[in-house]
């Protein structure tokens, strides 16, 4: 219920909130922070599942979200792993979006196995 609160507060017009510029942007950042969080595996496979659609609705990828969503990717769960390759696969497909990818890949401490399976999730 909070995943789907911050998406709703996030799209939430500045006209309509009594707000200035400033404090909608402030908001902006501290919802995309908490959905960002969502993502970790210090939560369990529904929350974040549900965070990885949200971001990907609000289309937004930080590293922090792409490097969460590519340990997802891997997971045995096949329900915390799919959701997570569907949302990398959207975000691949655009340019600024598939740098962070392709940075947390070869930033990120993979096996030879695991990174070989997540280069083929572009393919």
């Not at 096996?111 to 572009?122: A, K, M, P």
């Amino acid at each position: 219920m909070r995943v789907k609160w911050l998406e709703l507060a996030f799209m939430l017009p500045a006209d309509t909130s009594g707000h200035n510029a400033d404090s909608v942007k402030n908001v902006n950042e501290s919802v995309l922070k908490e959905l960002t969080d969502y993502t970790t595996p210090a939560f369990e496979f529904r929350i974040r599942t549900n965070a990885f659609k949200t971001l990907e609705s609000l289309n937004y990828l930080d590293s922090k979200s792409a490097m969460s969503m590519l340990n997802a990717s891997l997971s045995w769960n096949g329900r915390l792993a799919s959701p997570a390759r569907d949302a990398l696969g959207y975000f691949y497909k655009q340019i600024d979006k598939k740098a962070i990818i392709d940075q947390c890949i070869a930033k990120g401490k993979w096996t030879d196995e695991e990174r070989t399976r997540l280069t083929g999730i572009f393919k």
